[in-house]
């Protein structure tokens, strides 16, 4: 029972105004950090605003990218519809690792937050492009990448070893770019990019428990 | 029904891919309960049903997770920032006997074991996707 549930604090910061902002000023809009978009070991470390009761949820957007006019995005969603993602010079954009709007490729996938614009956009506060987070088992292991099977149907995926970028974490230690340990018949948590050339993954970080 | 704000668990949230999607969640299909889907607020419980329990196995970890079938509501909130979620019971995991221990820690406090997994749609809502892991409380 070591995991019932504590008081915890909200944080004094408000979304507002940022948000405020983002639906008046067009292109403006509040940066990831505001509501969470930076990468996952800097955003634990401090605490980030309360949602704006004003506004009950962000507006999330998923789908792959048929287009790419300037700073619109076109995405097909996966249920037919279409989303017009407006990207602004606060938007955080992960491929892999956090990087810039030039790296974002149409044919791409994404999940998007952000906020409905008057125009019909989505003002982008976050881009994950191609992110995936796959609960796997560890069937090979080559220098270079893993083999995985994933879901139910245990569909084999390659995940690909980044040098300089993979990095593994063992029964919940610190991240190591060591990955001497990883073992075949492991559970495995792999987080990566999607390539959607090869349908393979490149692996940012691989979690493995027991 | 509503989300509500009488505490019911805390521990890890981690996030996985259902329903249409592109990439390897492809394949991933609707989950248990047959509703899930990535673009919704949806959640996955580790005790929706015996079945899912005898997967889990939370109690292996030591937990002691309630059961609570397809269709539940409950309130997610991220341990530190207080943003929150309202999410649906879609499907059932995570596979918490997999990595007993696990903790996810901020502002030196820390929850620990994989005790409910949410869709991107829910995990964006109140932290990122590249951090694949949140610590939470949860309200129902």
Same mark, same amino acid.
């Not at chain 2, 329903?19 to 990535?38: I, R, V």
């Given at each position: 029972m070591s995991n019932r549930q504590d008081s915890g604090g909200r944080s004094g910061l408000d979304r507002r105004r940022f948000l405020t902002t983002a639906a008046l000023g067009g292109a403006t809009i509040v940066g990831a950090s505001a509501l969470g978009g930076l990468d996952a070991d800097a955003a634990f470390a401090a605490p980030g605003p309360s949602l704006d009761p004003a506004i009950t949820a962000s507006t999330f957007a998923e789908g792959r990218i048929t287009a790419r006019n300037g700073s619109v995005l076109e995405v097909a969603g996966s249920y037919g519809d279409r989303h017009l993602i407006q990207l602004t010079n606060a938007t955080s954009v992960w491929?892999?690792?956090?990087?810039?709007?030039?790296?974002?490729?149409?044919?791409d996938g994404l999940y998007a937050r952000g906020v409905d614009m008057p125009d019909g956009t989505i003002a982008a506060d976050a881009l994950w492009v191609n992110i995936v987070n796959l609960f796997c088992t560890v069937r090979g292991i080559a220098k270079d990448r893993l083999h995985l099977a994933h879901g139910d149907g245990n569909h084999a995926v390659v995940g690909r070893i980044v040098p300089e970028t993979t990095t593994a974490s063992y029964l919940g230690g610190s991240l190591t770019p !060591?990955? &001497?340990?990883l073992r075949i018949g492991q559970s495995a948590q792999v987080l990566g990019a999607w390539r959607?050339? !090869?349908? &393979?993954v490149d692996i940012a970080r691989v979690t493995v428990g027991h | 029904m509503a989300c509500g704000s009488t505490s019911l668990w805390a521990g890890e949230t981690t996030w996985f891919c259902c329903g249409s999607s592109w990439g390897?969640?492809?394949?991933?299909?609707?989950?248990a309960c047959g509703t899930?889907?990535?673009?919704?607020?949806q959640a996955a419980w580790p005790n929706t049903t015996q079945a899912c329990f005898d997967i889990t196995r939370p109690d292996l970890c030591g937990e002691g997770i309630p059961r609570r079938g397809c269709g539940s509501v409950m309130n997610v909130r991220?341990?530190?920032?207080g943003a929150q979620v309202c999410v649906t019971i879609s499907d059932c995991g995570p596979r918490t006997q997999s990595f007993c221990g696990e903790a996810t820690c901020c502002n030196g406090v820390c929850r620990t074991n994989r005790v409910i997994d949410l869709t991107p749609a829910a995990f964006s809502a109140i932290g990122s996707?590249?951090?694949?892991r949140l610590p939470v409380y949860i309200y129902e």
């Amino acid at each position: 029972m070591s995991n019932r549930q504590d008081s915890g604090g909200r944080s004094g910061l408000d979304r507002r105004r940022f948000l405020t902002t983002a639906a008046l000023g067009g292109a403006t809009i509040v940066g990831a950090s505001a509501l969470g978009g930076l990468d996952a070991d800097a955003a634990f470390a401090a605490p980030g605003p309360s949602l704006d009761p004003a506004i009950t949820a962000s507006t999330f957007a998923e789908g792959r990218i048929t287009a790419r006019n300037g700073s619109v995005l076109e995405v097909a969603g996966s249920y037919g519809d279409r989303h017009l993602i407006q990207l602004t010079n606060a938007t955080s954009v992960w491929k892999l690792r956090t990087t810039t709007a030039d790296a974002i490729e149409v044919g791409d996938g994404l999940y998007a937050r952000g906020v409905d614009m008057p125009d019909g956009t989505i003002a982008a506060d976050a881009l994950w492009v191609n992110i995936v987070n796959l609960f796997c088992t560890v069937r090979g292991i080559a220098k270079d990448r893993l083999h995985l099977a994933h879901g139910d149907g245990n569909h084999a995926v390659v995940g690909r070893i980044v040098p300089e970028t993979t990095t593994a974490s063992y029964l919940g230690g610190s991240l190591t770019p !060591d990955l &001497s340990r990883l073992r075949i018949g492991q559970s495995a948590q792999v987080l990566g990019a999607w390539r959607p050339a !090869d349908d &393979s993954v490149d692996i940012a970080r691989v979690t493995v428990g027991h | 029904m509503a989300c509500g704000s009488t505490s019911l668990w805390a521990g890890e949230t981690t996030w996985f891919c259902c329903g249409s999607s592109w990439g390897p969640c492809g394949s991933a299909g609707t989950g248990a309960c047959g509703t899930c889907q990535s673009s919704a607020n949806q959640a996955a419980w580790p005790n929706t049903t015996q079945a899912c329990f005898d997967i889990t196995r939370p109690d292996l970890c030591g937990e002691g997770i309630p059961r609570r079938g397809c269709g539940s509501v409950m309130n997610v909130r991220h341990q530190c920032s207080g943003a929150q979620v309202c999410v649906t019971i879609s499907d059932c995991g995570p596979r918490t006997q997999s990595f007993c221990g696990e903790a996810t820690c901020c502002n030196g406090v820390c929850r620990t074991n994989r005790v409910i997994d949410l869709t991107p749609a829910a995990f964006s809502a109140i932290g990122s996707l590249s951090s694949g892991r949140l610590p939470v409380y949860i309200y129902e």
